[in-house]
């Protein structure tokens, strides 16, 4: 009871205090024809009522987040919210797992055919370009989410796989299924460049060092014209080609639809399987404390430079893919805005998190793109969202489950 | 004691931070078998030998070699960490280093890294004999939790263990990597007296069944006195005395060292 009249009191106080900063803009205004000085008292009511609400509802939203987390401290469990807690019996349950993944997987492999007419095919390519950011998640997700290593100009290496492929091809005249690995060791090979002169960085100097590499790859691209066609970019890149049969529209969309969906099974094969293994709890571990993690035989640099040379061989891959599905790139596709996109898709959905990640990446890209009406507060909502996340659940949409092993059995199963 | 062949041996070892001498030529050696204790003051340069041993730090001077039972000997300095810890020399922190996020039994699994081989490849392949390697991993690890009785909390998170708990989680990740010489740094640090008598026996079960030698700084006498071949005691990063418990009690620079110059008037 105490408790709520602090919060009204502060919900006043807050109140009183905007209605002091808005009176100059919303109260008053001096109308220049007659002269003379109007007061709009009523903004006055409405801003007091409306700010004295929104704080009240903020404070208690606070303490209910404490509320929470002292009940998880005496649960001893995690986080220990309830979702939380009954995704991860959900997860132990492998039967349910299996159906539910099985259902997931007709649900996408019939999702095109469901979703597109012969005339209109728009859901299948904006999927195409949900399932590509996905793919980028994912990748990042290796390097921020498991090894702890910040990338702020992840982008880059999605920019080096598809000016791979779309010069191969002009030059070369080299076919998509070929470009599509060379790609991939490409992004994989400037990967290892970044990694190799900032092995010795953490932290702060890190995310710089990675936010000028992404920037300098984009102004390289902008302004090398002979090579890279600059600000202009690259236009006729050669569709990906099925054994030389002709497609209409919406075949190439479903074909490039399928394509990216095996990319994106490939990629959460992949992540699984470095998780739970050993390369994978070295990455781990070496988020969680570098210097222990050295001390108990772990080799930093191999383990730094693996991180960084997987995050990027998925984005080079998927680069490839990108700039076929879309036959025309240019640097505008690869600005920092796309880093901190694919950035916050990784913490939105929880460091580490596979099906987090994949989660937050097809609700960051699907959204705006359905919600078109709301376009301009795109970015306004973005924000609130993040900093509403960060303040009520910093370890993202779904937190990383804990894998238990069987001991002396065969085999421990694999699970996100 | 008899004449065993000396795991590790360091001699004039000296560790300069800028202008200040944090260790003065030290010398030390272990044995086969022997659990020996570093003891100290605080801001003695105990817990920065160990870390020049270990080679988090680079020394100045000096030389710090190890030989493994049965090898040759072989200098260390400057070798990088997860290479010492690979030669078969472990530790464990002062301010508990654990992982955590990650699960106790995962903790332990770390431990394993250096003594297991499977690459990226292998990794995502998961061969026949990646998979025996895998489940080899967690059975050691396994074994080593019971060893140091934790494993009924093999699926917790690390950080949600207790204090005394999380040393002995410690103690068993050192382990896994298979050390044939363990460097203890405070391991009764913040334990209670009960907890400490445990840690006690662990100790010197472990020396006893794993057949290594162990080096451990500790403030708490009892446990020193109680288990300890040999002392080594430093001041000012000097040695100022070395010898066996008894000797060590009656020594009367240890005393003023640890009580001040009045105490043996």
């Known amino acids: ?416 | 004691m008899t004449e065993q062949a000396k795991l590790l041996d360091v001699s004039g070892l000296t560790m300069d931070f800028g202008g200040l001498r944090a260790i003065d030529s030290v010398n030390l050696e272990i044995r086969t078998g022997e659990i020996v204790a570093l003891i100290g003051p605080n801001g003695a340069g105990k817990t920065t030998f160990f870390n020049c041993v270990t080679g988090i730090y680079t020394p100045t001077a000096g030389d710090v070699s190890i030989c493994p039972p049965g090898g040759k000997p072989l200098r260390i300095n400057g070798l990088k960490p997860n290479r010492i810890t690979a030669l078969g020399m472990a530790r464990t922190f002062q301010n508990i280093r654990l992982f955590p996020g990650m699960t106790v039994l995962e903790n332990v699994m770390i431990g394993r890294h250096c003594r297991t081989k499977a690459s990226i490849v292998d990794a995502i392949v998961r061969g026949p004999a990646t998979a025996r390697e895998e489940q080899e991993t967690v059975d050691t690890s396994y074994c080593l939790l019971e060893r140091v009785g934790l494993a009924d909390a093999a699926d917790d998170f690390a950080r949600n263990l207790s204090y005394g708990a999380q040393r002995r989680l410690e103690i068993a990740r050192a382990l896994a990597t298979e050390p044939f010489l363990l460097l203890l740094d405070e391991p009764a640090a913040g334990m209670n007296p009960q907890e400490t008598r445990e840690l006690d026996e662990l100790i010197v079960r472990i020396r006893d069944e794993e057949r290594l030698a162990i080096l451990l700084i500790e403030h708490d006498m009892k446990l020193v006195m109680n288990i300890s071949d040999r002392i080594y005691v430093m001041e000012y990063g000097k040695e100022i005395a070395t010898g066996t418990p008894e000797e060590i009690k009656g020594n009367p620079r240890v005393i003023e060292a640890y009580l001040g110059e009045d105490a043996h008037a």
């Open chain 1, 1 to 416: 009871m105490r408790e709520m009249l602090t919060s009204l009191k502060n919900a006043v106080g807050i109140a009183l205090w905007f209605v002091f900063l808005t009176l100059p803009l919303l109260v008053v205004r001096v109308n220049t024809l007659n002269n003379e000085i109007e007061w709009r008292w009523e903004n006055l009511g409405w801003i007091a009522g409306v700010t004295a609400l929104l704080a009240l509802a903020w404070q208690l939203s606070l303490r209910w987040r404490d509320r929470q987390r002292d009940r998880s401290v005496t649960q001893d469990e995690e986080e220990g919210m309830v979702p939380r807690a009954t995704l991860q019996t959900l997860l132990d349950n492998r039967v349910l797992c299996r159906r539910l993944l099985v259902g997931a997987a007709l649900l996408a492999a019939a999702f095109p055919w469901l979703v597109s007419t012969a005339q209109n095919f728009y859901h299948v390519n904006v999927m195409v370009s949900a399932l590509i950011f996905v793919v980028l998640a994912l990748g990042l997700n290796i390097t921020v989410g498991l090894a702890g290593l910040l990338d702020l100009g992840y982008i880059a290496f999605f920019a080096v796989g598809a000016y791979t492929y779309a010069l191969l091809s002009k030059a070369f005249g080299l076919g998509f299924w070929t470009c599509l690995p060379l790609g991939g060791v490409a992004g994989m090979l400037f990967g290892l460049a970044l990694g190799f002169p900032i092995l010795r960085l953490r932290g702060d100097y890190l995310a710089i060092v990675t936010l000028g590499f992404g920037s300098i790859t984009k102004i390289v691209l902008e302004n090398w014209d002979a090579v890279f066609g600059g600000a202009a970019g690259i236009a006729g890149i050669p569709r990906p080609d099925l054994f030389a049969l002709v497609l209409d529209g919406r075949q190439k969309a479903v074909y490039s639809y399928y394509i990216i969906l095996a990319l994106v099974v490939l990629t959460i094969f992949v992540t699984v399987r470095l998780k739970n293994s050993r390369i994978g709890r070295a990455w781990m571990a070496l988020r969680e404390d570098e210097i222990a993690c050295v001390a108990m035989g772990v080799d930093m640099a191999a383990t730094k430079l693996s991180a960084y040379a997987l995050g990027a061989f998925w984005a080079g891959l998927v680069g490839v893919v990108f700039a076929a599905h879309n036959n025309f790139i240019n640097p505008d596709s690869f600005t920092f805005m796309d880093s901190a996109m694919i950035l916050a898709m990784v913490v939105l959905g929880g460091m580490g998190s596979i099906l987090g990640v994949i989660v937050a990446a097809l609700a960051l890209k699907l959204l705006p793109e359905y919600l078109r009406a709301f376009a301009e507060y795109r970015m306004l909502v973005f924000g609130t969202v993040m900093v509403l996340m960060m303040l009520f659940r910093p370890q993202g949409l779904i937190s990383n489950m804990r894998r238990r092993y069987a001991a002396g059995t065969k085999g421990g199963g694999d699970r996100d």
